[in-house]
């Protein structure tokens, strides 16, 4: 998945979850962080919208808001999936590409 349809597909599952951007924002602070600080809390809300808008961001980091997303318990309810293969270095380049496809292909299916 590239930068854009990462954006697209957090902003499409925030949307299903009813969440805003800075709610995001407020879960993954909370779930990188042992203590709870309001300002940080706010930058943090902050950045997330804008890393939704930019066009240069890192996939890892639009990746883990998607880690954050689905492990939280009303992600859970929804009863959806995100079907996404990361590299784990376990298996061929061969059958790392063809995982990948295969992903792309279900989402693309679940997306229609």
Request: charged content about 35%; overall charge neutral; glycine content about 2%.
């Amino acid at each position: 998945m590239g930068t854009l349809e990462l954006q697209n597909e957090i902003k499409s599952i925030l949307a299903k979850l009813r969440w805003s951007q800075k709610r995001l924002g407020r879960e993954y602070y909370i779930a990188k962080h042992d203590y709870d600080d309001d300002v940080e809390i706010k930058r943090s809300e902050e950045k997330v919208k804008k890393d939704l808008s930019r066009e240069q961001i890192k996939p890892e980091l639009l990746f883990s808001y998607l880690d954050v997303i689905s492990q939280h318990n009303e992600f859970k309810n929804l009863d959806i999936i995100i079907p996404q293969y990361r590299k784990n270095n376990v298996l061929s380049e061969t059958v790392e590409v063809g995982m990948n496809n295969i992903s792309k292909l279900i989402n693309t299916l679940a997306c229609e």
